[in-house]
């Protein structure tokens, strides 16, 4: 008799379940803190950080296990790369306003700097955080056990923010989690910005999807049930129909090309099978019955959903318009003058934090007043890639992309297919970031992490 792939009896080691229930501990109160907006979650969530990398060191010490140095290494380089630019500030401000300041005579252009040391430890506190627990996560060495247990617990726990977010929509849909008024309607639940929520679900959705696919495996190849494939998939659809509600129309876009290729793929596997396994008529049912609610859910999700849809629809197809008759769309020009900025400074950078007092210097006519003044300060370049170069050059995202793109390595030699999608889903953040800024927003830093 065969046994399963995840069968493992060995128990969690305490530097899993100790670890393990801190990183959710900080995922959690992160997300329900408008998602890490709120003024007093930094400094929980960097405290909580710090104990849980001490935790996480002083177990495996005890438990007679080397200190992972290399798992820390990049938080170590990127405070280095911050506390010198705390020392050597570059600019200083002259008059309250937008891009009103005036380059330091003592300042050392060739070392990091900053402009705004206040701003500067608001933007650099999430990074430290997700630097210290994924370098917790390494240290305690977990386990596939650990990682499916934990990543279920992570899957459980954003069901439960799209949960409350559907009644708070209910109830007000004008009032962030019941509470904060947003003009705008742009938030969903306890994320303030409608993408911010899209690439959080992007990365459940991919999440969900790999344990299908895991389960779907395991069916294939005759030592699993093929209805543990439903609950995956169920959620995924699920958390996709969140989406038209705050208006995100690249998280829709994305999430529906998920899906779709998801049910290709998975169509497929089914097919290439069915010389192999024979389906019982429970599953059948069962199958029926979750294709049938994924229909119907869709259907009442857009029917619920066909003002926003057509809104937004609207929108776009302005927007093509405005492409097809020669006009910029923003996010290209915000893209473009954000990388002229960056090439004044392409080693070191501005200084993290800096972005919204230089960007006015390189900004274009867009966003301006009838003499070229901006009407208002840009806060991000809406492309996480090009705003990190302009703020930390290419020495910070050496920094910051050499240990993803290890850890990337390390996945695509997997054989486990929800480690693959895990993998999947950091890539497609990856690319988010070129069109928004889903890394300055620490709810999906953290779960990204």
């Not at 005759?222 to 543990?228: F, H, N, T």
């Amino acid at each position: 008799m065969r046994t399963s792939e995840i069968s493992d009896p060995i128990p969690f080691s305490p530097n899993e379940k100790i670890t393990g229930i801190l990183v959710f501990i900080t995922v959690v109160i992160t997300a329900w803190a408008l998602a890490g907006s709120a003024r007093w979650v930094s400094s929980v969530f960097m405290g909580l950080s710090l104990i849980t990398a001490v935790f996480a060191v002083l177990i495996a010490k005890r438990e007679g296990q080397r200190f992972n140095f290399k798992a820390f290494l990049p938080f170590l380089l990127f405070t280095v790369i911050v506390s010198i630019g705390m020392l050597n500030p570059s600019y200083a401000e002259v008059q309250k306003g937008i891009a009103v300041w005036a380059p330091r005579d003592a300042w050392l252009p060739w070392l990091p700097s900053v402009l705004n040391r206040t701003v500067a430890i608001e933007e650099v506190l999430p990074w430290l955080s997700a630097f210290l627990l994924g370098a917790a996560l390494r240290q305690a060495d977990f386990g596939p056990r650990a990682v499916r247990w934990l990543w279920s617990a992570l899957l459980v726990h954003g069901l439960l923010v799209a949960a409350a977010g559907l009644v708070f929509h209910l109830s007000d849909p004008m009032l962030i989690l019941g509470h904060f008024y947003d003009k705008y309607g742009y938030h969903f639940s306890s994320f303030i910005y409608r993408n911010h929520w899209a690439a959080y679900v992007i990365l459940l959705v991919t999440l969900a999807l790999g344990f299908s696919f895991s389960a779907l495996r395991r069916w294939a190849r005759e030592y699993g049930r093929l209805d543990a494939v439903l609950p995956g998939l169920c959620i995924a659809v699920l958390l996709g129909l969140t989406l038209p509600i705050p208006g995100s129309r690249s998280g829709i876009v994305i999430v529906s090309t998920l899906l779709i290729g998801a049910s290709l793929r998975g169509g497929w596997i089914l097919w290439n099978a069915r010389s192999r396994r024979l389906i019982s008529n429970k599953h059948r049912i069962g199958v029926m019955i979750t294709v049938s609610f994924v229909v119907v859910t869709i259907g009442v999700g857009v029917l619920f959903n066909r003002a926003f849809i057509q809104r937004h629809w609207d929108r776009t197809i302005s927007q093509i318009h405005g492409i097809a008759n020669g006009q910029d769309e923003l996010r290209v020009s915000l893209t473009k003058d954000t990388v002229r900025m960056a090439l004044d400074r392409p080693v070191l950078g501005w200084g993290i934090g800096s972005f919204r007092y230089v960007f006015p210097k390189y900004q274009g006519d867009y966003l301006s007043d009838d003499q070229g003044k901006p009407i208002g300060q840009m806060h991000h370049a809406h492309n996480d890639w090009a705003e990190m170069w302009a703020e930390t050059g290419f020495l910070g995202l050496l920094v910051l992309l050499a240990p993803i793109a290890i850890r990337l390595r390390d996945i695509g030699r997997s054989r486990s297919v929800l480690s693959r999608w895990g993998g999947g889903a950091v890539i497609l953040i990856l690319v988010y970031a070129l069109v928004d800024f889903p890394f300055h927003n620490p709810a999906v830093l953290f779960l990204w992490v």
